[in-house]
Structures are given as C-alpha cells and as structure tokens.
Nanobody
Framework: QLQIVESGGGLVQPGGSLRLSCVVS????????MGWFRQAPNKERQLISF???????KYIDSVKGRFTISKDNAKNTIYLQMNSLKQEDAAVYYC?????????WGPGTQVTVSS
C-alpha cells in the first residue's frame, strides 16, 4: 500500500520559484520509481518529471532547465524545485509511481502563477 501527500504549492508571480514536496508512506514506500505529474484546467494529467531505472532524471521539454526533481530516501520524500515559473505551469501537481499502474492519487497541490 502507498499513501501520497503533496504540499508546497501556492500563488507565485511569473518568474518566481516554488518547491513542492511529496511524502510517500505505507508498506510499499521506497519500492517504486516516482515522478511528478500535473493537471491544468480542462487538460489531462501529464507526467512532467521522473526518476528512471538507471538512477537518472527525466523532464518534459517545457520544464527542462527550470524544474529539478530530487528525493530524500531517508524521509521517503520527493521534491520538485520549480524556477522561472510561467503562467502555463499553473496546475494541480501530483506525485505517483512511474513504470507501473498509478497508485491512489494524493490530494495534489495547487500552483497558481499570476501577476
């Protein structure tokens, strides 16, 4: 079992930064590769960054160079550092497993980018 709770979202001006956190708990914590997803209004949820099987990190083109995924295994926590935020980054952000069927989704954390 896996429980996921995201936090760290908020309102930020264009060009600003936020750091999102995802705490993973349960008997399966640490067992899966994890990634960050986001869902903008009227759009499907998309995977934007994740850890790959080789220990590396992957990003979609639109966030590459601006977002950084990291983790603290001791805390079972995944982070997403988001810099140079743009209005098109506004969405609800989620984390979940990658490479296998998603587990139960957490509540997500809202990111609003507005001046």
């Amino acid at each position: 079992q896996l429980q996921i709770v995201e936090s760290g979202g908020g309102l930020v001006q264009p060009g600003g930064s936020l750091r999102l956190s995802c705490v993973v708990s349960g008997s399966d914590a640490g067992r899966y590769l994890m990634g960050w997803f986001r869902q903008a209004p009227n759009k499907e949820r998309q995977l934007i960054s994740f850890f790959d099987v080789h220990g590396g990190t992957k990003y979609i083109d639109s966030v590459k160079g601006r977002f950084t995924i990291s983790k603290d295994n001791a805390k079972n926590t995944i982070y997403l550092q988001m810099n140079s935020l743009k209005q098109e980054d506004a969405a609800v952000y989620y984390c979940n497993v990658v490479g296998v069927a998603p587990k139960s989704w957490g509540p997500g954390t809202q990111v609003t980018v507005s001046s």
